[in-house]
């Protein structure tokens, strides 16, 4: 299985052990013809960028450099973070039209915004050591996800689950309805097969990305590739696979 693009980058404008520069260049050498970058939205604890206008710096500097790569398409997205539970992101819709590509993930590490929102995370730390507290941490997990999905075009939801567990079905069931792809993340070796095989079975698109914080890991999607073929997702449900000419569709705030 070969892929035609990798959309989840980080840069060291984020946590990134990576210049932008770097990443096109790896991304060069791994043949691909698309490649984004998506470094986290500002309320990442530790991890964000600086505010939302670096993630236009980093689109000025893909700009600048696309003329060093015309074989291959250079895009500025981000990896937003849903900071409330009503799917609030940290990225403003006016800043989000001008990227290329949105991607979302829940992080257990943010600054949370409205009521319940601080409760909402800590209670993702207390559930990881207190069974009792799961279901209902679980469900709001999947509220604000789905919450951001019906609120804005999001292109993927990042390692759907990941430290902050969701309802897998009802999550993908939303994406596969606002067309949202759900990613396998090689970086992070999630989901696993049966997360692959519940969504599959819910209609959901794919996309595998790498995350990559190095160079050295841009565009090593095996892991995805394996899961996909494993788990017989047909091809014209992988977004970023060689099989047509379709690439990443625009950000946009809201539909």
């Known amino acids: 299985m070969e892929f035609r693009g990798d959309y989840h980058t ?5 946590d990134g052990r990576q210049t932008v520069r770097e990443i096109a260049a790896a991304a060069a050498r791994r043949g691909l013809s698309e490649i984004g970058l998506a470094d986290h939205g500002p309320a990442n604890i530790g991890a964000g960028v600086k505010s939302g206008q670096t993630l236009l710096q980093v689109k000025k500097e893909l700009q600048e450099l696309q003329a060093e790569y015309p074989g291959m398409k250079l895009l500025a997205g981000v990896e937003a973070n849903i900071v409330s539970i009503g799917g609030l992101l940290d990225v403003e819709k006016s800043l989000l039209a001008q990227l290329d590509f949105l991607l979302v993930g829940l992080h257990p590490y943010v600054i949370p915004r409205g009521s319940g929102g601080l409760g909402w995370i800590i209670g993702n730390r207390i559930a990881a050591g207190a069974a009792r507290y799961r279901t209902r941490v679980k469900n709001t997990n999947t509220k604000a996800l789905i919450g951001a999905i019906h609120r804005y075009k999001v292109e993927a939801v990042t390692h759907p689950g990941l430290k902050m567990e969701i309802d897998i079905a009802e999550a993908a069931r939303a994406c ?4 949202t792809a759900w990613e396998i993340n090689s970086g992070h070796r999630h989901p696993d097969l049966a ?3 519940q969504a599959a079975a819910c209609g959901v698109d794919f996309v595998v990305n790498s995350d990559a914080h190095f160079p050295e890991t841009v565009g090593q ?4 590739a394996r899961l ?3 788990a017989k997702v047909p091809a014209e449900r992988i977004r970023n696979i060689k099989y ?5 569709r625009n950000a946009s705030a809201e539909e």
């Open 221 to 224: 999607l095996e892991y995805g």
């Open 244 to 248: 047509d000419n379709a690439g990443m």
């Open 10 to 14: 980080h840069s060291t404008y984020s």
């Open 176 to 179: 596969q309805v606002r067309n």
């Open 228 to 230: 996909l073929e494993k």
């Open 195 to 197: 997360g692959v095989l």
